[in-house]
């Protein structure tokens, strides 16, 4: 069977932390009630993006206020590339899902990657997490691991940010910059984000956030002179920008909810789609001098990537290889198989 003894969420040394695969300490034990209770999965899964905007982008701003005088702020890679060698700890996570629908409920096979940026190398560590959730009490009822939910696609997600939540806040190293594939704020999800972005700031981490897609219309909504024109916030930053530049910076506050509030901006590293950046309220209280010069370090390794139809920092994207490649060292239908689970209706529609 492909799974090995799981471990701890946690590294015991920063020596120890080259290179390491990490299980949930559920995982093989889902596994085996999958077998006990004989569900049957598909042969084959669906690649999942995590996409809190289904559950509501925040929208109860009340007011976008600038943080800069509104401009284009042209950034400078060479100092990027200066700031990225001079001896910063930068980290980025990215997570890569796979969904397996079957008749007696839904699974997800997750892996989350950490990269480290070493003196001579990438340190990936990655952590795989295996859920399995049910409408039916008749199985969730016989088994401690699986879970019973009446919202498989809203619980997988918590779990999802409460894995990624535990799983960083023990494993970045402590005074470091950290990259994050996904939103600050996002519908349901904020308060995890934020309680992560709380965690991790007492240790010395600058957690700051990545969103590629969005139609948030923050901006747009609200200064008049961009009012009505453009489709989204994303629209109007891309005619706004030339390829290398970003905007200036802009503050969020829900009007509900001082907690989730937010310094954010839009940079464009080639004529493509721009990206939305933003970190945590606190964090730039406590790091704009630091935040602000980190834009130029962004460009820097957005051009060291290079990828113009998917412009990701170099950080980001070597995350997200990891994680996709983690997850294809476990061939869950050949562990089904292993464990003796067999499809109970429908039996043509399968492959095993």
């Known amino acids: 069977m492909p799974v090995e003894k799981e471990e701890n969420y946690a590294i015991s040394s920063k020596s120890q932390s080259y290179n390491k695969l990490i299980f949930h300490p559920n995982f093989r034990k889902t596994l085996y009630e999958l077998r006990d209770l004989k569900i049957a999965l598909p042969s084959n899964s669906s690649d999942l993006d995590i996409n809190f905007s289904l559950y509501g982008y925040p929208m109860n701003g009340k ?28 980290c980025g996570y990215d997570e890569s899902i796979n969904k397996f629908l079957g008749l007696e409920g839904t699974a997800y096979l997750t892996s989350h990657c950490l990269l480290i940026h070493d003196d001579f190398d990438y340190v990936p560590i990655n952590l795989l997490t295996f859920y399995f959730y049910t409408r039916s009490e008749a199985f969730s009822g016989r088994s401690h691991y699986i879970k019973f939910s009446r919202d498989p696609e809203l619980d997988s997600k918590k779990d999802y940010i409460l894995d990624r939540k535990k799983f960083l806040v023990d494993n970045v190293p402590k005074n470091s910059i950290l990259f994050i594939d996904g939103p600050l ?13 709380n965690l991790l700031l007492k240790k010395g981490v600058i957690p700051i956030f990545f969103v590629k897609n969005s139609n948030s219309n923050l901006v747009t909504d609200n200064i008049i002179e961009l009012n009505k024109i ?39 590293g080639f004529n493509v789609s721009p990206q939305r950046i933003e970190v945590d309220i606190n964090t730039f209280e406590k790091y704009s001098d630091i935040i602000i010069n980190l834009f130029d370090m962004i460009y820097y390794l957005l051009l060291a990537q290079g990828n113009l139809k998917n412009p990701q920092v170099r950080t980001i994207s070597i995350a997200e290889k990891y994680a996709r490649s983690t997850l294809k060292l476990i061939n869950l239908i050949e562990t089904m198989k292993y464990l003796g689970i067999t499809p109970t209706m429908n039996q043509e529609r399968f492959t095993w």
Request: charged share 25%.
């Open 63 to 90: 007011l976008v206020s600038e943080v800069e005088k509104f401009q284009k702020v042209k950034l400078d890679p060479v100092r990027g590339q200066e700031i990225y060698e001079n001896g910063i700890n930068i």
């Open 230 to 268: 453009y489709n989204s916030d994303m629209h109007w930053s891309y005619k706004f920008l030339n390829s290398g530049e970003r905007t200036s910076l802009f503050r969020y506050v829900d009007q509900y909810n001082d907690n989730y509030a937010k310094i954010f901006c839009y940079i464009k």
């Open 185 to 197: 704020i996002g519908g349901q999800m904020s308060s995890y984000t934020i309680e992560l972005n």
